[in-house]
């Protein structure tokens, strides 16, 4: 845990290097500092994905919506390289915070609590809390991230006919075909649903608890911010869902 904890530190030893970041790097690395950047993170990964589903949602306008508004991401070039190292690194920043404050929080914890319980979220999660269901679900979106990579910007999912997708030099240029095959394909489409899901769970207690640790707290507010934190969640993982509903059922 002392040696992950070491590792993880590492970026903030390089910047507290750079004159004028150490106190900043001070301030970041304390255990509300880190919440605070988990929270910024948190939310800005919440704006890609809304970003993404609106873009993605256009499949249902057809192949040629959709294609145009591909070619039209892909001609942004270096402004989409700039973006992607953008989004990497957030991510990046996101998954080391959760495991940098998890683990300080188990080392400053003595001994586990016998029952966790949260009603942060609009309902009550079962045994293990709502951090212990952060880390599981956090980890099933990682590992759908990277055969999301592998499927649709490497083009290159285990099982994944592309033959539609391809032009007469085999590339995958026809975006509209190349998420046509991923997401009809039964054993993505199986994982892609569970890991939706894991999705939901994860934002509806994350949008809640990253308002909260950015002061959006008060008796009076609460339910509205837990309903807000619920309806966005459920959105954005019901968007992401209905695209695969969608693909099995024009599968040809
Ligand atoms: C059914 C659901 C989804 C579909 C159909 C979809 C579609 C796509 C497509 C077509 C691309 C390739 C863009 C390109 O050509 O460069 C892509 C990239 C990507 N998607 Fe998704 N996506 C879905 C869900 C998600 C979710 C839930 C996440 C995050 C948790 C996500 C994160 C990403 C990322 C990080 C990239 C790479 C962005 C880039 O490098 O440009 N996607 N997605």
Same mark, same amino acid.
């Given at each position: 845990?002392?040696?992950?904890?070491?590792?993880?530190?590492?970026?903030? #030893?390089?910047?507290?290097?750079?004159?004028?970041?150490?106190?900043?790097?001070?301030?970041?690395?304390?255990?509300?500092?880190? /919440?605070?950047?988990?929270?910024?993170?948190?939310?800005?990964?919440?704006?890609?994905? #809304?970003?993404?589903?609106?873009?993605?949602?256009?499949?249902?306008?057809?192949?040629?919506?959709?294609?145009?508004?591909?070619?039209?991401?892909?001609?942004?070039?270096?402004?989409?390289?700039?973006?992607?190292?953008?989004?990497?690194?957030?991510?990046?920043?996101?998954?080391?915070?959760?495991?940098?404050?998890?683990?300080?929080?188990?080392?400053?914890?003595?001994?586990?609590?016998?029952? /966790?319980?949260? /009603?942060?979220?609009?309902?009550?999660?079962?045994?293990?809390?709502?951090?212990? +269901?952060?880390?599981?679900?956090?980890?099933?979106?990682?590992?759908?991230?990277?055969?999301?990579?592998?499927?649709?910007?490497? /083009?290159?999912?285990?099982?994944?006919?592309?033959?539609?997708?391809?032009?007469?030099?085999?590339?995958?240029?026809?975006?509209?075909?190349?998420?046509?095959?991923?997401?009809?394909?039964?054993?993505?489409?199986?994982?892609?649903?569970?890991?939706?899901?894991?999705? =939901?769970?994860?934002?509806?207690? =994350?949008?809640?608890?990253?308002?909260?640790?950015?002061?959006?707290?008060?008796?009076?507010?609460?339910?509205?911010?837990?309903?807000?934190?619920?309806?966005?969640?459920?959105?954005?993982?019901?968007?992401?869902?209905?695209?695969?509903? +969608?693909?099995?059922?024009?599968?040809?």
């Amino acid at each position: 845990m002392n040696a992950l904890l070491r590792v993880l530190s590492l970026p903030a #030893v390089f910047l507290s290097k750079i004159p004028g970041l150490a106190p900043v790097v001070r301030a970041c690395s304390t255990s509300v500092g880190q /919440k605070f950047l988990m929270a910024i993170t948190g939310l800005s990964l919440i704006g890609f994905l #809304v970003v993404h589903l609106a873009g993605n949602l256009q499949l249902f306008a057809g192949e040629a919506v959709f294609n145009a508004y591909a070619e039209k991401l892909h001609s942004l070039g270096p402004l989409l390289g700039i973006a992607e190292v953008g989004l990497f690194a957030t991510f990046a920043a996101h998954i080391g915070l959760a495991i940098s404050t998890a683990s300080m929080n188990k080392l400053a914890r003595k001994s586990s609590y016998a029952l /966790k319980e949260t /009603k942060q979220g609009l309902f009550i999660l079962p045994a293990g809390g709502a951090s212990s +269901w952060m880390m599981v679900t956090g980890l099933l979106i990682f590992g759908f991230l990277v055969i999301h990579i592998m499927d649709l910007k490497l /083009k290159k999912g285990f099982g994944v006919d592309y033959t539609a997708a391809m032009n007469a030099d085999n590339e995958a240029v026809n975006s509209f075909q190349a998420v046509k095959a991923v997401l009809s394909h039964p054993v993505h489409a199986g994982i892609y649903f569970v890991c939706l899901i894991a999705l =939901g769970i994860h934002l509806s207690h =994350g949008i809640r608890s990253a308002l909260q640790t950015l002061g959006l707290h008060h008796k009076n507010w609460n339910f509205a911010l837990r309903t807000l934190g619920f309806v966005m969640a459920w959105g954005i993982a019901g968007g992401f869902i209905s695209l695969i509903v +969608w693909a099995l059922g024009s599968k040809s």
